[in-house]
C-alpha cells in the first residue's frame, strides 16, 4: 500500500508544536492518500468495489477525526496527531 513517490511529513516532536495544526496536517495527509487510492482502484481495467468502498470509510473515518478537532482537548488532538501521523508513516514506507 505504499506509494514510492509520496514523501511523508515528519510529525515527530509533537509536544513541541501546535497540537492541533499537527493533527489537522497528519488527518488531511491521511485522506488524500485514501483519496488517491480510490482514484488509482477505479482507474483499474476492473475495479475492486470492495478495496474502494473500504478505502472510502476509512476516508470518511479520517474526516470525521479532523471536524472533531474543533472540539477536542489538546490531549486528544496531541493524541490524534500521533494516531495519524503513524498511519500515513505505515501507508506511505515501502
Same mark, same amino acid.
Given at each position: 500500500?505504499?506509494?514510492?513517490?509520496?514523501?511523508?511529513?515528519?510529525?515527530?516532536?509533537? =509536544?513541541?508544536?501546535?497540537?492541533?495544526?499537527?493533527? =489537522?496536517?497528519?488527518?488531511?495527509?491521511?485522506?488524500?492518500?485514501?483519496?488517491?487510492?480510490?482514484?488509482?482502484?477505479?482507474?483499474?481495467?476492473?475495479?475492486?468495489?470492495?478495496?474502494?468502498?473500504?478505502?472510502?470509510?476509512?476516508?470518511?473515518?479520517?474526516?470525521?477525526?479532523?471536524?472533531?478537532?474543533?472540539?477536542?482537548?489538546?490531549?486528544?488532538?496531541?493524541?490524534?496527531?500521533?494516531?495519524?501521523?503513524?498511519?500515513?508513516?505505515?501507508?506511505?514506507?515501502?
Amino acid at each position: 500500500m505504499s506509494d514510492p513517490d509520496h514523501q511523508a511529513p515528519d510529525f515527530s516532536g509533537l =509536544e513541541g508544536g501546535d497540537a492541533y495544526q499537527m493533527a =489537522e496536517d497528519a488527518v488531511r495527509e491521511v485522506a488524500g492518500w485514501y483519496s488517491a487510492q480510490i482514484i488509482a482502484e477505479r482507474r483499474q481495467p476492473v475495479p475492486d468495489d470492495g478495496r474502494v468502498q473500504e478505502l472510502r470509510d476509512r476516508r470518511g473515518a479520517a474526516l470525521a477525526d479532523a471536524a472533531r478537532l474543533t472540539t477536542v482537548g489538546p490531549d486528544e488532538a496531541s493524541r490524534l496527531a500521533a494516531l495519524y501521523a503513524a498511519r500515513l508513516k505505515e501507508l506511505t514506507e515501502p
